[in-house]
């Protein structure tokens, strides 16, 4: 069996199971994205389901809890942008109405028709606009990955991406494979107990639906319900799993086990998923919990400390707060039942001991530990005694945009050209009172840097890809705007001539100037952005002009974070330590020239280099106008 991995190229999605074909489509419940999404099978299906436990349900949960399991299944029809929850009689209404709008375009009873809304509560769902386009979107209905990519995007809210994975394995005694597939969504009010979560697995495996249903029901609370972004049970959380029985294998006897496996891997793809896409989520945050009485209480436990936002905030800051997750875990064991003393406690965090037995360990260098806390996914290990039970847990940090995303959604929520959405994170989208504060704090930090005369040598990533080429062009205007006085080395060719008319678009005077000194220095005292061609840029040279211009900082933009040892990244140095760690080896870079440009600058005397990662968009505006900075900086001003 392969581990799935979670599919972020729709266009490159495998062929869903066999039986099934899906679609999407806009049918007019959002304003200009797919809202309407619909799974048809070619043949029944078993038919399984896990519900929210929220006693406040939408219709569409209680109706489908009375279709399963069941053997019969043939179309799955979801709505987003409207839970069609809290509508009284009227919301019961137009979900029966769905339903016998898909069962009617695809020829089937209404019993064969699974339902499922998503979205705004207490808003009545405009059912004119879904049962004109139920008929259309069961006939445009395709076994492929267009299809699929549809209906992905079709159950979508707050999601800034879809959610999908896949799996195809051999069962013990078969001589062909089976395929498994899931695709969810969820991102906010997220605390399933089966958040606004949904999720679809199915398979052209033949399983039997009170086995699926048992399957589905013991792996669910090892992945759905072992995931919290901000501990809201949704009125409309629902899982289905559908098998067709297409590939003509039994997952019978010694097979059973083996799809078991993968069901559950395919779930625990999706689970994760909906976690790292946490509203305002920055890092994937995963909590493993041992020593409990046994698997259900550390699961719990491990799920308790997820949902902390005293311990969530603290993985936002990338700090080693362990007093916060132990104090979650006490909490969740008292929840549990459990009684447990500080010193059953033990917790580590990146595979970095914290606390044994109740007692505070040694850290290590802080630098190190800082940056283990800085990565896409941070794990948490916590051990609550000597028992058997082992759980795990995923969530997402705490951040800023959460707050602002559920105090304005319509505001944070954009959907980008290619109909994805992303999140506004623009000063724009803050509150008046922390955009003040910013903005008092940003001027005022920025006002240090006028006159400021930098070097900015770009290569690599940054001058390879549009993208990053434009954040860079960006911040050489803010930089201009901010009274600094840059000078850009480039390769020769197409960049300078994309760096310097984005310039002038932007309302600035740009001179290209051969690396001539004197030249550049009068153009950079008018004011004007200098950029000096290369036809064959070097590290010698370009310190050799720095010199000559008398900078005051060096920026070197390439194809890493800077100059790293056996801690991780280094952030700054002295020339000394920079010649003293060349020569013992001490330091290492995926980029080549990032050592040789480090050991020019401390051999030659410039007052400031700094090795920045040009594959980071803004790189530049993030070393100027932050105080700590990024990369690794070589300066006499070491601070201790």
Not at 359 to 367: F, G, N
Request: aromatic share 4%; net charge negative.
């Amino acid at each position: 069996m392969t581990t799935p991995t979670p599919i972020t190229d729709l266009e490159a999605l495998p062929p869903p199971p066999s039986g099934f074909r899906f679609a999407g489509t806009h049918a007019g419940i959002k304003r200009t994205r797919l809202d309407l999404g619909a799974i048809v099978a070619d043949r029944p299906c078993s038919m399984a389901g896990v519900f929210t436990k929220n006693p406040v349900r939408a219709p569409c949960v209680d109706r489908n809890a009375g279709l399963v399991p069941q053997d019969g299944a043939r179309v799955v029809l979801v709505n987003s942008g409207n839970a069609n929850a809290m509508n009284g009689d009227a919301g019961v209404a137009a979900n029966e109405i769905m339903a016998d709008a898909a069962a009617d375009a695809a020829g089937v009873p209404a019993r064969a028709v699974a339902t499922l809304s998503t979205g705004v509560i207490g808003v009545p769902l405009p059912l004119s606009v879904v049962t004109k386009a139920t008929p259309g979107l069961v006939a445009q209905a395709t076994g492929d990955a267009r299809g699929l990519a549809a209906f992905a995007r079709a159950i979508l809210t707050t999601d800034t991406c879809t959610k999908v994975a896949a799996l195809e394995c051999v069962l013990p005694g078969a001589d062909r494979p089976v395929r498994i597939l899931g695709v969810a969504k969820g991102s906010g009010m997220i605390h399933p107990n089966m958040a606004t979560t949904l999720g679809f697995v199915c398979t052209d495996a033949a399983v039997a639906p009170d086995r699926l249903q048992a399957m589905l029901a013991r792996h669910i609370e090892t992945t759905f319900n072992a995931v919290s972004v901000d501990g809201d049970t949704s009125t409309n959380d629902t899982v289905l799993a559908l098998a067709s029985g297409a590939s003509g294998v039994f997952a019978e006897g010694a097979a059973e086990d083996a799809f078991s496996r993968a069901f559950e891997a395919v779930l625990r793809s999706l689970a994760v998923q909906v976690a790292r896409d946490g509203e305002g989520a920055t890092r994937l945050l995963e909590v493993t919990v041992c020593g409990a009485p046994d698997d259900a209480i550390a699961r719990a436990v491990a799920r308790g400390c997820c949902r902390s936002s005293l311990f969530k905030c603290s993985v936002f800051a990338g700090k080693p707060d362990w007093g916060r997750i132990a104090a979650a875990a006490g909490q969740a064991c008292f929840d549990a039942g459990l009684s447990i003393a500080p010193r059953d406690l033990s917790v580590s965090a990146q595979g970095v001991p914290l606390v044994e037995t109740g007692t505070p360990c040694p850290l290590p260098s802080s630098t190190r530990l800082e940056r283990a806390l800085a990565e896409a996914t941070i794990r948490w290990d916590v051990r609550i005694g000597d028992g058997p039970g082992r759980g795990r847990a995923w969530g997402c940090d705490l951040s800023y945009d959460y707050v602002r995303i559920n105090a304005d959604e319509a505001a944070q929520v954009e959907v980008q050209p290619g109909g994805t959405v992303a999140r506004n994170i623009s000063l724009a989208a803050y509150s008046p009172r922390l955009k003040q504060q910013l903005l008092v704090d940003g001027l005022s930090y920025v006002r240090c840097f006028t006159g400021l005369r930098a070097l900015v040598y770009a290569r690599g990533h940054v001058i390879d890809r549009f993208d990053l080429l434009a954040s860079l062009t960006e911040d050489l205007s803010l930089c201009l705007d901010a009274g600094i006085r840059p000078v850009v080395v480039l390769p020769e060719g197409e960049a300078v001539t994309t760096v310097r008319e984005a310039t002038v678009a932007l309302g600035h005077h740009v001179v290209v100037c051969p690396p001539e000194p004197t030249a550049i220095a009068e153009a950079s005292m008018r004011g004007h952005l200098c950029l000096v061609p290369e036809t064959a840029p070097d590290p010698g040279p370009v310190v050799d002009l720095a010199i000559a211009l008398g900078i005051q900082k060096l920026l070197v933009l390439g194809n890493d974070q800077g100059l790293f040892d056996e801690t991780g990244i280094v952030e700054q140095l002295s020339p000394d330590l920079v010649l003293q760690g060349l020569a013992r080896g001490r330091f290492t870079s995926h980029d080549p020239e990032f050592p040789v440009f480090a050991r020019q600058a401390a051999v030659r005397g410039v007052p400031a280099v700094h090795l920045i990662d040009g594959r980071m968009p803004h790189a530049l505006v993030g070393e100027l106008f932050t105080q700590r900075g990024i990369g690794t900086l070589i300066t006499r001003q070491v601070v201790s």
